[in-house]
């Protein structure tokens, strides 16, 4: 008895410990990355690829999320305002959730399980085939010359997709809230843009789906550079990405509400 | 691919994200663009704020012209310090009033100004002299309960006389 | 200690120089007391069961590993003293074969001949193209420029990786496996082309391998590499007629010499549970 609690608490040292060093062999991870961005800076067109790859790649699957995003809201939110006998009060409410919340957040899901794990797929296979140690071998850096375009081309994108995914929810509550309930027109956009502000809610929108963009494409790139060189480690890796970068991103959802919402 | 395709591509992607963050800017938040550079502030007094809040709005016969930037309290004088970031399109005179209104019956409070007739405009730094507080709701149930009491006491008073004679 | 950086010295003889050498990971010993010396325009082959570390020894004249003692020299360069720049810039004169080609997926088969000449040079694109379409006809590829390294065979791959090693005209090439996974013809295409490179670029070959009758062929040199020692050596004749038992044993392919088939286990029979 004693002994089983000694070794289950062992177990969850061993897991304490295991999960700090990898926290920070990511940061130093992070740091080379940023270190190494200037070449890539220099050479735009190997960051534009990824753009295409994590960004416009993306681009369906945030869209359509986006719009039925939306139109949920719309029909929940209508259902439950007008048992107050607020109906017009529809745009606020799919507005304020979307980009304060939803739309960062959704698409940076979607994100992680669209474009961080095809990253960390590429990174770890290019490394089980020895792609990396190639590169190494022709004295070109693989941090330099793969990591850190994937780097910039997914931060950049990120939050432009979160944007997308918000404007077309917002198309989406609209649809349905207007056009399918009947609203007022007027009724809704007036009352969104006058309770929706420019810096207080929109941009604090942007900034978030700036630092998941940044959160998800370091646990990306780290896990897939870290995999072990077979065709088992790649496919846990990428399964790891999705978790990590869910949980990163709610997690880090909660800190900047706090720090961005609270004196409101 | 092809570099031309990508590029074109990325070009259209990175159009599209602006044009969504337009879309957000103008036509769903207010691009409520009061910065120092295009508003000027002004500071008013109230001995009780009730539930205002910074970024509440400040209104002009109905129209917003401004917003509340900052809350503070003065230890000396046991006020509240309110400032407001005006829009420079509207202008003043130095004795207008502020008075802290609700929308509504139970809606958000917000600073109503009622212009004077002075001939000089408030500038940049000014204190508002006429300010009227919030009125708290449960003050005035209380002055209506004692009002109420008031009243029974006068009416039942002569009538209990009455009786008596 | 001072880093240094590359400058050649084409004085020595020696390409390559290994003296009393020894490699651990962490605690456990790879490789102990190894010396070995590669001359300009030669064709040495590493050999050895798998696991005895010839690959390890491979790696570190590569220098993506430093050795634990002793001294490696390539080109009169101390690998160990150098920084990371230096490393970088003596690597561009190395090429490396890795065992299945390495060659990059999301690049065509011109566009990973051309890597290396585009990461390190300033050539105009038309000269870039002239290089590649010359380095993929030496390995008789030229035709395939286009194709996609998916597209290509084993062996392909392996040439257009060869191609790409060779496309900064290194002095050292080393060989991480050719011969694995080969058919017949396409081992024999790669043993000739291996020789050829190393006669007319005038570089000198590292192969690791265990293909021993397709080395014996081509090589000038032979090290065989048994747990952590170079157990032999010498040149493809001597070895032929060695009468040692492990390079008997190696050369021949038998079962049982000195490197046993079975992996040390109790008896047989109690395992079984016979005895009783």
Same mark, same amino acid.
């Given at each position: 008895?004693?002994?089983?609690?000694?070794?289950?608490?062992?177990?969850?040292?061993?897991?304490?410990? &295991?999960?700090?060093?990898?926290?920070?062999?990511?940061?130093?991870?992070?740091?080379?990355?940023?270190?190494?961005?200037?070449?890539? +800076?220099?050479?735009?067109?190997?960051?534009?690829?990824?753009?295409?790859?994590?960004?416009?790649?993306?681009?369906?699957?945030?869209?359509?999320?986006?719009?039925?995003?939306?139109?949920?809201?719309?029909?929940?939110?209508?259902?439950?305002?007008?048992?107050?006998?607020?109906?017009?009060?529809?745009?606020?409410?799919?507005?304020?959730?979307?980009?304060?919340?939803?739309?960062?957040?959704?698409?940076?899901?979607?994100?992680?399980?669209?474009?961080?794990?095809?990253?960390?797929?590429?990174?770890?296979?290019?490394?089980?085939?020895?792609?990396?140690?190639?590169?190494?071998?022709?004295?070109? &850096?693989?941090?330099?010359?793969?990591?850190?375009?994937?780097?910039?081309?997914?931060?950049?994108?990120?939050?432009?997709?979160?944007?997308?995914?918000?404007?077309?929810?917002?198309?989406?509550?609209?649809?349905?809230?207007?056009?399918?309930?009947?609203? &007022?027109?007027?009724?809704?956009?007036?009352?969104?843009?006058?309770?929706?502000? +420019?810096?207080?809610?929109?941009?604090?929108?942007?900034?978030?789906?700036?630092?998941?963009?940044?959160?998800?494409?370091?646990?990306?790139?780290?896990?897939?550079?870290?995999?072990?060189?077979?065709?088992?480690?790649?496919?846990?890796?990428?399964?790891?990405?999705?978790?990590?970068?869910?949980?990163?991103?709610?997690?880090?959802?909660?800190?900047?509400?706090?720090?961005?919402?609270?004196?409101? | 691919?092809?570099?031309?395709?990508?590029?074109?591509?990325?070009?259209?992607?990175? !159009?599209?994200?602006?044009?969504?963050?337009?879309? #957000?800017?103008?036509?769903?938040?207010?691009?409520?663009?009061?910065?120092?550079?295009?508003?000027?502030?002004?500071?008013?007094?109230?001995?009780?704020?009730?539930?205002?809040?910074?970024?509440?709005?400040?209104?002009?016969?109905?129209?917003?012209?401004?917003?509340?930037?900052?809350?503070?309290?003065?230890? =000396?004088?046991?006020?509240?310090?309110?400032?407001?970031?005006?829009?420079?399109?509207?202008?003043?005179?130095?004795?207008?009033?502020?008075?802290?209104?609700?929308?509504? #019956?139970?809606?958000?409070?917000?600073?109503? #100004?009622?212009?004077?007739?002075?001939?000089?405009?408030?500038?940049?730094?000014?204190?508002?002299?006429?300010?009227?507080?919030?009125? !708290?709701?449960?003050? #005035?149930?209380?002055?209506?309960?004692?009002? =109420?009491?008031?009243?029974?006491?006068?009416?039942?008073?002569?009538?209990?006389?009455?009786?008596?004679? | 200690?001072?880093?240094?950086?590359?400058?050649?010295?084409?004085?020595?003889?020696?390409?390559?120089?290994?003296?009393?050498?020894?490699?651990?990971?962490?605690?456990?010993?790879?490789?102990?007391?190894?010396?070995?010396?590669?001359?300009?325009?030669?064709?040495?082959?590493? $050999?050895?069961?798998?696991?005895?570390?010839?690959?390890?020894? %491979?790696?570190?004249?590569?220098?993506? %590993?430093?050795?634990?003692?002793?001294?490696?020299?390539?080109?009169?360069?101390?690998?160990?003293?150098?920084?990371? /720049?230096?490393?970088?810039? %003596?690597?561009?004169?190395?090429?490396?074969?890795?065992?299945?080609?390495?060659?990059?997926?999301?690049?065509?088969?011109?566009?990973?001949?051309?890597?290396?000449?585009?990461?390190?040079?300033?050539?105009?694109?038309?000269?870039?193209?002239?290089?590649?379409?010359?380095? %993929?006809?030496?390995?008789?590829?030229?035709?395939?420029?286009?194709?996609?390294?998916?597209?290509?065979?084993?062996? $392909?791959?392996?040439?257009?990786?060869?191609?790409?090693?060779?496309?900064?005209?290194?002095?050292?090439?080393?060989?991480?496996?050719?011969?694995?996974?080969?058919?017949?013809?396409?081992?024999?295409?790669?043993?000739?082309?291996?020789?050829?490179?190393? /006669?007319?670029?005038?570089?000198?070959?590292?192969?690791?391998?265990?293909?021993?009758?397709?080395?014996?062929?081509?090589?000038?040199?032979?090290?065989?590499?048994?747990?952590?020692?170079?157990?032999?050596?010498?040149?493809?004749?001597?070895?032929?007629?060695?009468?040692?038992?492990?390079?008997?044993?190696?050369?021949?392919?038998?079962?049982?010499?000195?490197?046993?088939?079975?992996?040390?286990?109790?008896?047989?029979?109690?395992?079984?549970?016979?005895?009783?």
């Amino acid at each position: 008895m004693m002994h089983s609690l000694l070794l289950s608490l062992r177990g969850i040292g061993a897991h304490v410990i &295991d999960g700090v060093w990898r926290l920070g062999l990511a940061m130093r991870f992070f740091s080379m990355t940023l270190l190494h961005s200037g070449q890539s +800076f220099r050479r735009f067109h190997l960051i534009i690829r990824e753009i295409f790859s994590s960004g416009v790649l993306s681009l369906i699957i945030i869209l359509v999320s986006g719009l039925f995003v939306g139109m949920v809201l719309g029909l929940q939110g209508y259902e439950t305002l007008r048992t107050y006998g607020s109906e017009e009060a529809l745009g606020i409410l799919v507005a304020l959730s979307l980009v304060r919340e939803l739309g960062p957040v959704v698409a940076a899901l979607l994100f992680a399980s669209r474009a961080g794990s095809a990253i960390t797929a590429e990174i770890g296979l290019m490394k089980a085939t020895e792609q990396l140690a190639a590169m190494e071998m022709m004295a070109v &850096d693989p941090i330099a010359r793969v990591v850190a375009p994937r780097f910039w081309g997914a931060v950049i994108s990120m939050p432009i997709l979160a944007a997308l995914f918000s404007a077309m929810g917002i198309l989406g509550g609209y649809l349905v809230g207007v056009m399918l309930i009947g609203i &007022d027109s007027g009724a809704f956009w007036s009352q969104m843009q006058a309770a929706v502000d +420019f810096r207080e809610d929109i941009l604090n929108g942007v900034l978030k789906s700036f630092v998941f963009g940044i959160a998800v494409t370091v646990i990306a790139l780290f896990e897939g550079y870290d995999a072990p060189p077979t065709a088992e480690g790649v496919s846990r890796a990428t399964t790891r990405t999705v978790v990590t970068s869910s949980l990163a991103i709610l997690g880090l959802d909660f800190i900047l509400t706090a720090f961005m919402f609270r004196g409101v | 691919m092809q570099r031309a395709t990508l590029d074109l591509w990325v070009g259209i992607f990175v !159009v599209a994200g602006i044009a969504a963050l337009l879309f #957000l800017a103008l036509k769903v938040g207010n691009m409520s663009g009061f910065d120092s550079a295009t508003s000027y502030m002004v500071k008013a007094e109230f001995d009780n704020i009730g539930g205002l809040k910074p970024r509440a709005p400040i209104k002009s016969a109905g129209v917003v012209v401004g917003r509340v930037s900052n809350i503070g309290f003065d230890a =000396k004088t046991y006020a509240a310090t309110v400032s407001m970031k005006i829009d420079s399109r509207y202008r003043f005179p130095k004795d207008t009033g502020a008075s802290i209104m609700t929308s509504g #019956l139970l809606g958000e409070q917000y600073i109503a #100004l009622e212009a004077g007739g002075d001939s000089k405009m408030l500038a940049e730094g000014d204190t508002l002299k006429l300010t009227q507080s919030a009125v !708290v709701l449960e003050n #005035l149930i209380g002055q209506f309960l004692a009002g =109420k009491a008031d009243g029974e006491a006068k009416s039942t008073g002569p009538a209990k006389a009455e009786k008596g004679i | 200690m001072p880093a240094v950086t590359y400058i050649p010295s084409p004085v020595s003889d020696n390409l390559i120089e290994i003296r009393d050498l020894s490699f651990a990971y962490r605690e456990r010993p790879v490789l102990k007391d190894i010396n070995l010396t590669a001359r300009r325009g030669q064709v040495i082959a590493i $050999m050895g069961i798998s696991g005895g570390g010839k690959t390890t020894l %491979l790696r570190l004249i590569g220098g993506a %590993l430093r050795p634990t003692t002793g001294v490696l020299k390539v080109d009169g360069v101390d690998m160990s003293r150098l920084d990371q /720049d230096g490393l970088y810039r %003596l690597r561009r004169r190395m090429g490396m074969l890795f065992q299945f080609g390495a060659l990059f997926t999301d690049l065509s088969v011109f566009d990973n001949v051309a890597f290396p000449l585009r990461e390190h040079t300033d050539l105009p694109e038309e000269m870039i193209r002239d290089l590649v379409l010359m380095k %993929l006809n030496a390995v008789g590829l030229r035709g395939a420029h286009e194709l996609m390294p998916a597209e290509l065979s084993g062996g $392909m791959a392996r040439r257009v990786a060869l191609a790409r090693a060779i496309a900064l005209e290194p002095s050292l090439i080393l060989y991480d496996e050719p011969f694995a996974g080969l058919d017949p013809i396409s081992l024999g295409v790669t043993g000739n082309l291996i020789r050829r490179l190393t /006669d007319t670029l005038g570089v000198t070959s590292i192969v690791v391998t265990h293909d021993i009758q397709e080395s014996l062929r081509m090589v000038d040199y032979v090290y065989f590499v048994s747990a952590g020692v170079i157990a032999a050596q010498g040149t493809p004749d001597q070895l032929r007629a060695s009468v040692e038992p492990f390079v008997h044993q190696f050369v021949h392919g038998q079962e049982e010499g000195p490197v046993p088939f079975h992996y040390p286990a109790q008896p047989y029979a109690d395992e079984l549970e016979l005895a009783a």
